[in-house]
């Protein structure tokens, strides 16, 4: 009933820039939250990013001053916006996003947790 879509990942130099757009679609009243979220093979996902709608956002300490996260526009799109990049951030970069939709059964709105499928964003050195 909703899904998020993300883009923008690709192959970049150490020291420059991206920015990953996670699109939500489907039967959505209000985005509560997002955040970006990365993963390298072999190991956890980790938290990148998030913010919420009243635009409180968290940084882990690996990115601040680098990454800028935003809220979700009129189109239910948010962005993750990646300077300075640095070989380490290599990795599969996930949107996740806190979602009040419709049901479309019931028709009533309920608050669920949604995932992209990924991006996959690499830095070379």
């Known amino acids: 009933q909703v899904q998020l879509v993300e883009s923008g990942g690709g192959l970049v130099q150490a020291g420059g820039s991206l920015r990953l757009s996670c699109a939500a679609s489907?039967?959505?009243?209000?985005?509560?939250?997002m955040g970006w979220y990365r993963q390298t093979p072999g190991n956890r996902r980790e938290l990148v990013a998030t913010?919420?709608?009243?635009?409180?956002?968290n940084y882990d300490d690996s990115v601040k001053g680098r990454f800028t996260i935003s809220t979700p526009d009129a189109k239910n799109t948010g962005y993750l916006q990646m300077n300075g990049l640095k070989p380490e951030d290599t990795a599969v970069y996930y949107c996740?996003?806190?979602?009040?939709?419709?049901?479309?059964?019931?028709?009533?709105?309920?608050?669920?947790?949604?995932w992209g499928q990924g991006t996959q964003v690499t830095v070379s050195s």
């Open positions: 996740n996003a806190e979602v009040v939709h419709r049901n479309v059964s019931t028709l009533w709105a309920q608050t669920a947790n949604f």
């Open positions: 913010i919420t709608r009243a635009g409180f956002t």
């Open positions: 489907g039967s959505i009243l209000s985005i509560n939250h």
